[in-house]
């Protein structure tokens, strides 16, 4: 496993790092969900994913539970606040109460004194920005958060989110978590130019499409039983038959280079150097084993020129 800086911290992450989003907690049996934990640990992985609007806390449950058997150094954990979890008027968003009630529940349900990183999860229109980011300066002072990290932010909203951190020495974001794979690049445009200049890694969610660029796909009325899209209608609209042409394309590359179309898709993201983790999911342990397998290939110039016409 190779590691990378997330962003300009100092500290590093795993290339591949294991989510729990629809997984743990969720529709994967927890010896499952248990088992993928445990085997993506003894492959390398050092970095951990959730958010306490898994499953409503479950999630953090089953990860924190797992993770107990581990030294707490070893590992960085993430979760995140600002989705709804209660019926009242403050329990969503990035409040001041919101963010500190959560992450005292999420340490709970993880049963841990920190996280690593704590995430906005999403952009919060309602309360002031200076608000949110003075909370988590807070948590970050009294050592329950190590580094704040937002996730689908916009370059502005990063950019000022920078701005009133640098005005008022308040800790700054230092990781962003977006969708990115082969079919959805919009950071490429502002995201990622901007992380470059001023030091925010990319821990990218839904690497392989959820699932699409693992070739599992032989037509959209041919949809394995076991898989996400079976059990989500909502999934199952972002399965085209042009993608599943491009992925059947895209593993005649990867057999070329002895390569799972999966293994291809992940190491087409770290090709990126602003790419600090792309992070999977996996309700079995025989698909982290297949995944952490990308960390560390380096692809041509060649076969990223055959990807691109691929995927034009």
């Known amino acids: 496993m190779k590691f990378r800086r997330l962003g300009q911290s100092g500290v590093k992450v795993s290339e591949i790092s294991l989510g729990s989003w629809l997984t743990y907690g969720g529709y994967v049996e927890n010896e499952n969900a248990v088992k993928a ?17 898994y499953e409503k ?15 707490r150094e070893s590992y960085v954990l993430a979760t995140k ?5 209660g019926e009242g008027p403050n329990d969503r968003g990035l409040s001041r109460k919101h963010i500190t009630e959560q992450c005292h529940a999420s340490l709970k349900r993880l049963g841990t004194e920190y996280v690593d990183i704590l995430y906005c999860h999403r952009f919060d229109p309602e309360t002031p920005l200076e608000e949110t980011l003075r909370a ?63 030091g925010i890694g990319q821990v990218v969610f839904s690497p392989l499409a959820q699932g699409l660029l693992t070739g599992k796909y032989a037509s959209v009325t041919d949809v394995p039983a076991e898989s996400r ?21 895209l593993g005649k590359v990867a057999s070329e280079l002895d390569l799972t179309v999966g293994q291809l ?47 034009v």
Do not use: H
């Open 37 to 53: 934990i445990e085997t993506a640990y003894d492959l390398g992985v050092n970095f951990f994913d959730t958010a306490n609007v």
């Open 229 to 249: 899209a079976a059990k989500l209608d909502w999934m199952r609209n972002g399965i085209t038959e042009e993608k599943i042409a491009k992925v059947q394309q």
């Open 81 to 85: 606040v600002f989705g709804v979890m």
């Open 57 to 71: 806390g479950a999630a953090e449950k089953v990860l924190g539970e797992t993770l107990k058997a581990y030294s």
């Open 136 to 198: 988590l300066d807070d948590l970050v002072r009294q050592g329950k958060v190590f580094y704040i990290g937002v996730s689908e932010w916009t370059a502005a909203q990063m950019t000022e989110a920078l701005s009133i951190a640098d005005r008022y020495l308040l800790d700054k974001i230092v990781v962003n978590q977006p969708i990115y794979n082969m079919f959805e690049r919009y950071i490429e445009k502002e995201v990622i130019p901007l992380g470059e200049r001023k």
């Open 265 to 311: 898709a992940l190491a087409w993201i770290l090709r990126q150097p602003n790419v600090s983790s792309a992070l999977v999911g996996a309700s079995r342990p025989s698909q982290v084993e297949e995944n952490v397998k990308a960390s560390g290939i380096e692809l041509t110039e060649e076969v990223l020129k055959r990807v691109e016409d691929i995927l």
